[in-house]
Nanobody, 124 residues
Framework: VQLQASGGGLVQAGGSLRLSCAVT????????MGWFRQAPGKEREFVAA????????YYVDSVKGRFTVSRDNAKNMVYLQMSSLKPEDTAIYYC??????????????????WGQGTQVTVSS
């Protein structure tokens, strides 16, 4: 199983970015998908997740209303649309896939494969 995250970059506060995550070796249509981020000196934290069963989405409070997670089953990809970005959103963003048919979770331990991360930097 491999995950390839892309789409990060440098953006001004208030701007937008869309992160993409291409998955091979496991179908996103039957696996929970999550996005996490890690800022310098901080632990990796949950950002968003999407259920494989009904498409339900979950977000950390700090990004609700600004970020949207989605998936494309045909392309086996997951996306994170980020709007109204703030300097505190600066981090390396990681996509992760959970076990087939598992429930969606905010916990890191529920995801068994991770992408390499993509840097998002928001300038003030």
């Amino acid at each position: 199983v491999q995950l390839q995250a892309s789409g990060g970059g440098l953006v001004q506060a208030g701007g937008s970015l869309r992160l993409s995550c291409a998955v091979t070796g496991r179908s996103v249509s039957i696996s929970p998908m999550g996005w996490f981020r890690q800022a310098p000196g901080k632990e990796r934290e949950f950002v968003a997740a999407i259920s494989w069963s009904d498409g339900s989405t979950y977000y950390v409070d700090s990004v609700k209303g600004r970020f949207t997670v989605s998936r494309d089953n045909a392309k086996n990809m997951v996306y994170l649309q980020m709007s109204s970005l703030k300097p505190e959103d600066t981090a390396i963003y990681y996509c992760a896939v959970g076990r087939r048919l598992a429930s969606t979770s905010r916990g890191r331990s529920s995801y068994d494969y991770w992408g390499q991360g993509t840097q998002v930097t928001v300038s003030s």
